[in-house]
């Protein structure tokens, strides 16, 4: 997998200001590994988010840094790492079985498009038809166990721990007060981030250069970050 362009970022960026975070990053990983969306989002979760961190090393390097407040004392904690620390093993195993009562079912870690279609159900709360989507074919539970709180937690337990990955938890340290919080990061949500940050940047320098030189974006976008800098300083 190569970088992204600056072409790229700016497409992904104007496709991504109008979707959701799920389609966001199926997004980003159709640009990047050149695979179909539908193939995409058939990985689990946790096989999404590792080709995530990939792009985010290759394009941005591998350096993170995440804002975190205290939940003790409120104080604002800025957390650094590396992609290397938020890999985490490969998925286990492809189900699970998980009981309650006398019932037992057998569940697989959700994918994107178990998410996607979660979410837009109209009759349903998003965990619960999470959860029938990850049903594995012959089990059929009673509707009021799908329903159970006791049942979504220790699914959703058994599914993180199943896809490991799904799941990145960073920790960090108050200098203040002593508390060691454990916060979950969204690598998503972090790349695109960058993304629409990047993006913003690259708005700038075509306004800036088209507006004084009359170049067409596509010529901007083709320069290196070195020369359009360099251009940008010389109108400052």
Same mark, same amino acid.
Request: aromatic fraction near 6%.
């Given at each position: 997998?190569?970088?992204?362009t600056?072409?790229q970022l700016?497409?992904?960026? #104007?496709?991504?200001?109008?979707?959701?975070?799920v389609?966001?990053?199926?997004?980003?990983?159709?640009?990047?590994?050149?695979?179909?969306?539908?193939e995409?989002a058939?990985?689990?979760?946790?096989?999404?988010?590792?080709?995530l961190?990939?792009?985010h090393?290759q394009?941005?390097?591998?350096?993170?840094?995440?804002?975190v407040?205290?939940?003790?004392?409120?104080?604002?904690l800025?957390?650094?790492?590396?992609?290397?620390? !938020?890999?985490?093993p490969?998925?286990?195993?492809?189900t699970?079985?998980i009981?309650?009562?006398?019932?037992e079912v057998?569940m697989?870690?959700?994918?994107?498009a178990?998410?996607?279609?979660a979410? $837009?159900a109209?009759?349903? #709360?998003p965990a @619960?038809?999470l959860?029938?989507?990850c049903?594995v074919?012959?089990?059929?539970p009673?509707?009021?166990?799908l329903? $159970?709180?006791?049942?979504l937690?220790q699914?959703?337990?058994r599914?993180?721990?199943?896809?490991?990955?799904s799941?990145? @938890?960073?920790?960090?340290?108050?200098?203040?007060?002593?508390?060691?919080?454990?916060? !979950?990061?969204?690598i998503?949500?972090?790349?695109?981030?960058?993304?629409?940050d990047?993006?913003?940047?690259l708005?700038?320098a075509?306004?800036?250069l088209?507006?004084?030189?009359g170049? $067409? #974006?596509a010529?901007?976008l083709?320069? $290196?970050?070195?020369?359009?800098l360099?251009y940008q300083?010389?109108l400052?």
């Open positions: 997998m190569a970088r992204l600056d072409a700016l497409a992904i960026w #104007e496709a991504g200001v109008r979707q959701s975070p389609e966001r990053a199926l997004t980003i990983l159709a640009a990047a590994h050149q695979r179909p969306v539908a995409l058939a990985l689990t979760i946790g096989e999404r988010d590792a080709l961190i990939d792009v090393e394009t941005f390097g591998g350096a993170l840094d995440a804002v407040v205290c939940p003790a004392c409120g104080t604002a800025e957390c650094v790492f590396h992609t290397t620390e !938020i890999r985490y490969k998925p286990l195993g492809p699970a079985a009981a309650i009562g006398a019932v057998l697989r870690p959700p994918t994107s178990d998410l996607l279609r979410l $837009s109209d009759h349903e #709360e @619960v038809a959860a029938r989507a049903l074919a012959p089990c059929e009673h509707d009021l166990l329903r $159970s709180a006791d049942f937690r699914a959703g337990d599914l993180a721990a199943l896809d490991p990955q799941d990145i @938890v960073i920790d960090c340290r108050c200098e203040s007060c002593g508390e060691q919080p454990s916060v !979950i990061f969204d998503g949500a972090y790349l695109w981030a960058a993304i629409r990047r993006a913003r940047g708005l700038i075509v306004h800036d088209a507006s004084r030189f170049w $067409s #974006e010529d901007i083709a320069m $290196s970050e070195t020369r359009r360099a300083d010389l400052s």
